[in-house]
């Protein structure tokens, strides 16, 4: 239960982090089954990533993985960063329709955004530590040790940085309200504006950043997915991306833990998830546009005869022209379940796009290329299924999905009854 300090009063600092930590003990408790088919599963492929990681830290990225000087960058950098980053472009979308734009109806769904957002970079930029060959070197950009600001990796590395401690400022007043600091709510809440502004900058450069990597090989990435404007198009992309994610994880969310939505969430999920399917299909639209262009102008032609370019059309019509279609169907006709079928296919589409400038389309002309091992297969799967249970675990206790109702000093209605997924 959250405690809550009486306005005026004076706690000894001991007291109260003997409550505290207290309280915090009691959180810790399981608070449903533990032997469930998801627990079980995950938690299995959680012990055996810790498993091959310690193989790995001890002897090396060759023990586990198919990494070489000639494939650095593999299924880690590929998926678990630049999808995972793309992915969490929801939360700069959502942030600013709501704090800059002042879209009130999406205010609902700001807490579970950013969160979700955070715990990606969190988990998905911390796993760049298994992919460096010296993992102890991450800090020298930031304690100047060979700094290389002429470097995108540098630059990337300081927004990831940055923008993480920016989106935990503007979850921190749900925080504060778990633990019952309500003065430090209200100091929190202030800070949350331009936290806000300073997030969205950050965001929207490190996530063209991002793309602006693959501009120093050009003769390594295939053709039909390089580009001198592949900043431009995976900032655009990131916007529908981290949308559709919204949608696909918001809809799971609303079900699977209805007993934590807030009034004001469920009356106007609906309105939501329709607003949302209408800025996929028009940044969607946006994004062909675009390609269709870059296509044009690089006079690629040649290449769509080849299983390459089959590969890319099934990409461009079957994973953005469709469920922008499909997007713009459901809006229209207010049918969720085409909506959230269109935001799967664009989900697989994004995974499609950074796969194949990253890993698929990378030195797609050597005779020997790089597959990823079943190990880095589920090390990846170890990443997010850890990821699954923080965000579960925080889901059950904060107020992120009902704080409409949070400034009360009880549990929201119903908080009482986790059901078999709580932990």
Known sequence: MTMQLVDGARPNLWD?????GGFLLRELKPKGKL????NVITGGIILLSAVLLTIRFAKGLGSITNLSQDYPWGLWIGFDVITGVAFAGGAYVIVFMVYILGQEKYHPIVRVTVLNGFLAYVFYAGALLLDLGRPWNVVNPVIGNSFGVSSVLFLVAWHFLLYMLAQFVEFSPAVAEWAGWQRVRKVLGAMTLGAVIFGITLSMLHQSGLGALYLMAKEKVHPLWYSEFIPVLF??????????????????????????????????????????????????????FAQILVFVHGQRWQYLGSGWGWWYLLEMVGFVAVPAALFLCGYRNGCLPVIRGAALMTLIGIVLNRLNVSVIGFKWY???????TWMEIVVTLGVISAELWVFRWVINRMPVLDFDMSESSHAPEGAERAGVIAA
């Open 366 to 372: 050597a005779e020997v290329r790089y597959v990823p």
């Open 35 to 38: 032997l469930t088919p998801f």
């Open 235 to 288: 900032l655009v992309s990131s916007i529908f991306a981290g949308l559709s994610l919204v949608i696909f994880e918001g809809s799971i969310t609303h079900k699977v833990f209805h007993h934590r939505v807030g009034r004001r969430l469920a009356a106007t999920h609906h309105d939501i998830v329709r607003g949302l399917a209408r800025i996929c299909a028009a940044t969607m639209f946006v994004y062909l």
């Open 16 to 20: 109260e982090a003997r409550r505290f």
